[in-house]
């Protein structure tokens, strides 16, 4: 059984940084594609940034050029550097495999405000 766990979320100031992890268990994070999603308040929960698995990036336009995603294969964990964030970045964050899902960890909140 997959599990995944996400750390890293917080209140944050507009212009400022997190970065989020997701640790995996059940299965190895390099032999899948991977995905960061959120979902605001009120909002279907979307794929934001994803990482196949010889290493490319699909990045969502709203976060194109912010945030990055990562991996250590080692600790089998996936990064998501999230870098002049907005309050619109808002949300609880979730790490999954893309395009199909397995089941849902707890998420991450992120909060940016002032």
């Known amino acids: 059984q997959v599990r995944l766990e996400e750390s890293g979320g917080g209140l944050v100031q507009p212009g400022g940084s997190l970065t989020l992890s997701c640790a995996a268990s059940?299965?190895?994070?390099?032999?899948?594609?991977m995905g960061w999603y959120r979902q605001a308040p009120g909002n279907e929960r979307e794929y934001i940034a994803g990482?196949?698995?010889?290493?490319?990036?699909y990045y969502d336009d709203s976060v194109k050029g912010r945030f990055t995603i990562s991996r250590d294969n080692a600790k089998n964990t996936l990064f998501l550097q999230m870098n002049s964030l907005k309050p619109d970045d808002s949300a609880v964050y979730y790490c999954?495999?893309?395009?199909?899902?397995?089941?849902w960890g707890k998420g991450t909140l992120v909060t940016v405000s002032s």
């Open positions: 999954n495999k893309y395009p199909i899902p397995w089941d």
């Open positions: 990482l196949g698995t010889r290493g490319t990036t």
């Open positions: 059940g299965t190895i994070l390099s032999v899948n594609p």
